[in-house]
């Protein structure tokens, strides 16, 4: 499990693979970032109604087709329940972007950054976000597969 609160000092208005109500002092995020959809990374995504959830296409593509059925079960009282648990009502707030195509995205009039999706070697659809803006930037690696090949990969990419 993951000890990752989410938040970024060097950018404060997004939260990354953090979706529950922060115990902190900061103000909302302006916009969410998800790397991928392994459950260590959508805690609180159901209940996120926040402006906007950046991701992959490929993990967009994912997490609308997905359905969890969480269980609750105690045989010696005769309890048996299950719920089915989807996340297609995120559908107007899940912004996919391309891979390795520098975006901007306005998080209020006048506060941009830019944001490009590495492939992290993880799982389908598993991104890294270099974040860039302000004059700072952060490269959020989440969950990586660091093989020989794809450190590689990385290092002559020209971005």
Not at 83 to 108: D, G, N, Q, Y
């Amino acid at each position: 499990m993951s000890t990752f609160d989410g938040n970024v000092a060097e950018f404060p208005d997004i939260r990354i693979d953090y979706f529950r109500a922060s115990d902190s002092n900061l103000k909302p995020p302006l916009a969410f970032f998800l790397s991928h959809v392994h459950s260590d990374h959508l805690t609180g995504l159901e209940s996120c109604k926040s402006p906007f959830i950046y991701c992959s296409p490929a993990t967009r593509d994912i997490l609308l087709r997905l359905e969890k059925y969480p269980h609750r079960m105690n045989f010696a009282k005769g309890i048996l329940e299950t719920r089915k648990k989807s996340f297609r009502h995120l559908k107007s707030l899940l912004k996919a972007i391309p891979l390795e195509t520098p975006t901007v995205i306005e998080l209020s009039p006048g506060n941009e950054i830019r944001v490009t999706l590495f492939d992290a070697n993880h799982c389908v659809g598993a991104v890294m976000f270099l974040i860039e803006g302000h004059g700072k930037a952060i490269l959020y690696t989440g969950d990586v597969r660091s093989e020989l090949w794809w450190v590689n990969t990385l290092r002559r990419n020209p971005i």
